[in-house]
């Protein structure tokens, strides 16, 4: 099993920045990839980036595209999700979520493992 732990989020005027964290423990695998996915209120929950295991593939949405950036740091088994410019249609739930194997994790249904949440709102 693997535990997935979220944190950084809060309320930000747009135009701000914030750092989601997602901390990783318990089962390990040699390739998997992370991802942020987002949900808002009434709304599907979407795909919003995610790295490859070895840190040298990411992937955006079209939304975020220039303004957020995934990273991990394998020592600390962190994932970030830097959020730069931020909009008031970034605000939702955005959660950390693990995919085994080479397929990089960009859909839901795919996802083996989904961290709690955690919330962020943008303020105009």
């Known amino acids: 099993q693997v535990q997935l732990v979220e944190s950084g989020g809060g309320l930000v005027q747009a135009g701000g920045s914030l750092r989601l964290s997602c901390a990783a423990s318990?089962?390990?695998?040699?390739?998997?990839?992370v991802g942020w996915f987002r949900q808002a209120p009434g709304k599907e929950r979407e795909f919003v980036a995610a790295?490859?295991?070895?840190?040298?593939?990411?992937f955006y949405a079209d939304s975020v595209k220039g303004r957020f950036t995934i990273s991990n740091d394998s020592a600390k088994n962190t994932v970030y999700l830097q959020m730069n410019s931020l909009e008031p249609e970034d605000t939702a739930v955005y959660y950390c979520?693990?995919?085994?194997?080479?397929?990089?994790?960009?859909?839901?249904?795919?996802?083996?493992?989904w961290g709690q949440g955690t919330l962020v709102t943008v303020s105009s």
């Open positions: 979520a693990v995919k085994r194997g080479y397929t990089i994790v960009r859909i839901t249904t795919l996802v083996d493992y």
């Open positions: 318990g089962r390990t695998f040699s390739t998997y990839s």
């Open positions: 790295i490859s295991w070895s840190g040298g593939s990411t």
